[in-house]
């Protein structure tokens, strides 16, 4: 089955960006939508963005609107999210997903594979 590997999160002061990456392996990537979630502790997990299977449609849950950015690079079956004016609430560990299907979905029973997490964490 897929495989989800997250890389580039890290510590970052308030204000600045990074750019996680997921690359994933297993099955055609292309033929499905992509998403990114996270979870602070105690909290749950949170809907950050999804992206259909072309990249044609993206969506962003409502705290990250403006400021996160979500691509893919099909040919290289990665997908990337730009977080840029970070805020110390944006501090998780953030997950890629892949979709069950190549439109892209805004709940965790849209998505069927998840990826092991990187740790964001921004200080103020």
């Known amino acids: 089955q897929v495989q989800l590997v997250e890389s580039g999160g890290g510590l970052v002061q308030a204000g600045g960006s990074l750019r996680l990456s997921c690359a994933a392996s297993?099955?055609?990537?292309?033929?499905?939508?992509m998403g990114w979630f996270r979870q602070a502790p105690g909290k749950e997990r949170e809907f950050v963005a999804a992206?259909?299977?072309?990249?044609?449609?993206?969506y962003y849950g409502d705290s990250v609107k403006g400021r996160f950015t979500i691509s893919r690079e099909n040919a290289k079956n990665t997908v990337y999210l730009q977080m840029n004016s970070l805020k110390p609430e944006d501090t998780a560990v953030y997950y890629c997903?892949?979709?069950?299907?190549?439109?892209?979905?805004?709940?965790?029973?849209?998505?069927?594979?998840w990826g092991q997490g990187t740790q964001v964490s921004v200080s103020s």
């Open positions: 997903a892949q979709g069950i299907r190549s439109r892209a979905g805004r709940t965790q029973e849209d998505f069927a594979s």
């Open positions: 992206i259909n299977w072309s990249g044609g449609s993206t």
């Open positions: 297993g099955r055609s990537f292309s033929n499905y939508a």
